[in-house]
């Protein structure tokens, strides 16, 4: 079955202490991305990777890092979390291969992270 | 700068009307794509529909399609005969650069969509 995993799904953590959020996807997708929805504002994108090796920021990349040593992982890394990054996390890939539905998003589950 | 706007937080519609979420889109680039997704209360991210910036026609899939308006920047979606289970919340979205190697993804702040039977 065709999908993007994420764990934990719900994690509670406090300030400072380094957490990484794994994603996964087994469609062999190029393109990977993170991002966080908040209420009001929408998704918003906090970085993407159109391949291994190539990560590029988003609108809201302050206090992540993300890396992509394999196609199928881009994990999320947050540093030193802050209560400001409490918020539904999301991972997405698609194929990049000729634009039109083809390249529509598959999403994860999400991750719910409160930073206390 | 690309920007998505949807003027409506949220809408009531009864059931079995159709109904028209409102997007609209800034950009300079003349390549994008447009999306739809669904959101329910589970909390999952469901695609919709697609629209590209060179498609002659609207997309159309099943009860969706996007009344899109390029001169406008209007990318509309129109759900026709609602159900009960149309209630979610719902995000346009647009990717500039189609065909390009590089390109950011951007959402609108999203319409909550409750159908009353």
């Known amino acids: 079955e065709a999908q993007v995993t994420q764990n934990p799904r719900y994690l509670i953590t406090v300030t400072g202490k380094k957490l990484t959020v794994t994603c996964s996807q087994n469609?062999?997708?190029?393109?990977m991305s993170w991002y966080r929805q908040d209420p009001g504002l929408g998704l918003r994108q906090i970085y993407y990777s159109m391949n291994v090796e190539v990560t590029d920021k988003g609108d809201v990349p302050e206090g992540y890092k993300v890396s992509r040593k394999e196609k199928r992982n881009f994990p999320l890394i947050l540093e030193s979390p802050s209560p400001n990054q409490t918020s539904l996390y999301f991972c997405?890939?698609?194929?990049?291969?000729?634009?039109?539905?083809?390249?529509?998003?598959?999403f994860g589950p999400g991750t719910r992270l409160l930073v206390l | 700068a690309q920007k998505i706007t949807q003027t409506q937080p949220g809408m009531f519609v009864q059931e079995k009307e159709a109904v028209t979420l409102d997007c609209t889109y800034d950009t300079s680039d003349p390549s994008y794509g447009l999306f739809w997704y669904k959101q329910p209360s589970s909390g999952e991210m469901i695609f919709l529909i697609y629209q590209g910036s060179y498609d002659q026609q609207n997309a159309t899939e099943g009860r969706y399609s996007l009344n899109f308006q390029k001169a406008r920047k209007s990318a509309n979606l129109v759900i026709s005969a609602s159900q009960l289970g149309d209630s979610a919340m719902y995000f346009c979205?647009?990717?500039?650069?189609?065909?390009?190697?590089?390109?950011?993804?951007?959402f609108g702040s999203g319409t909550r969509l409750s159908i009353r039977p």
């Open positions: 979205a647009m990717r500039e650069g189609r065909y390009s190697s590089a390109s950011k993804i951007i």
């Open positions: 997405a890939s698609s194929s990049t291969s000729a634009g039109g539905p083809g390249e529509t998003q598959y």
């Open positions: 469609m062999n997708h190029e393109y």
